[in-house]
């Protein structure tokens, strides 16, 4: 179930649009009331999108601050304006952080759900290919594909190694693994048992490779040799 955070200082508002948003299916972490509060729920909820007002607690416009600050961040998260504000200057504020949708209030719950589905599926689609959510001890994990190491087969499961994060090992085995990555991605496979990110890669030969911050080295296998060596960016 997709996680929205609502950035309201209106009480009354906040409660009519998580009403709103449970109806159509998904979970509110919170009501934030200031962008210091919306920015410490990210921190320790992160959604999968922010409905944002701009004007909060008299600080004029601070929720297109909290927008920059979102796309600022190294994990940034869709956002929806939702507002009463039409101006011209506020509209020019607003171009330069991208948001997925601008909502006038007052709005209709019909606009905001499909507003709402749009922005998931656009900014969620486009980055598709950047990471994935990989099951560990019984929670889905997001996993950015550039922080992987390499991945191994291991019996029944996959181990992946994150970097910075330590490992994930999914049930699954290299192959149903290797069939869910998109076209483009920076992990080749090597052998039957290896996946490896071509970023991490310090040293190869034929036979072998050496990655960055690994002690030991991973083979390359004959079946894979070939499409290895048309990945990788090389001067011969």
Do not use: C
Not at 6 to 18: N, P, S, T, Y
Not at 57 to 82: T, V
Not at 198 to 214: A, M, Q, R
Request: avoid cysteine; charge should be neutral.
């Amino acid at each position: 179930m997709e996680k929205i955070l609502i950035v309201e200082d209106r009480r009354l508002v906040a409660e009519d649009l998580k009403e709103a948003v449970e109806d159509f299916g998904y979970e509110v972490t919170t009501i934030a009331a200031t962008k210091q509060a919306a920015l410490e729920s990210i921190q320790q909820t992160p959604p999968n999108l922010v409905l944002i007002d701009i004007n909060l607690k008299k600080e004029p416009r601070s929720g297109i601050q909290l927008a920059e600050a979102i796309m600022n961040s190294g994990d940034p998260i869709p956002f929806i304006y939702i507002t009463a504000l039409t101006d011209e200057e506020t509209i020019e504020l607003v171009k330069k952080t991208k948001p997925q949708a601008y909502i006038i209030k007052p709005y209709r719950d019909a606009d905001l759900q499909i507003q709402i589905k749009l922005a998931l599926n656009s900014f969620y689609g486009q980055r598709s290919s950047d990471f994935i959510f990989v099951k560990h001890e019984k929670q889905h994990h997001k996993v950015y594909l550039a922080d992987i190491l390499f991945v191994e087969a291991d019996g029944s499961y996959v181990k992946i190694h994150v970097k910075g994060k330590g490992i994930y090992k999914p049930t699954m085995n290299l192959t149903e693994f290797a069939n869910q990555l998109k076209e483009g991605t920076p992990l080749v496979r090597i052998h039957r048992s290896y996946m490896v990110n071509i970023k991490y890669i310090l040293t190869f030969t034929n036979h072998e490779v050496t990655l960055k911050g690994l002690s030991t080295t991973l083979p390359i296998s004959k079946g894979y040799r070939a499409h290895f060596m048309e990945q990788v960016p090389k001067i011969k």
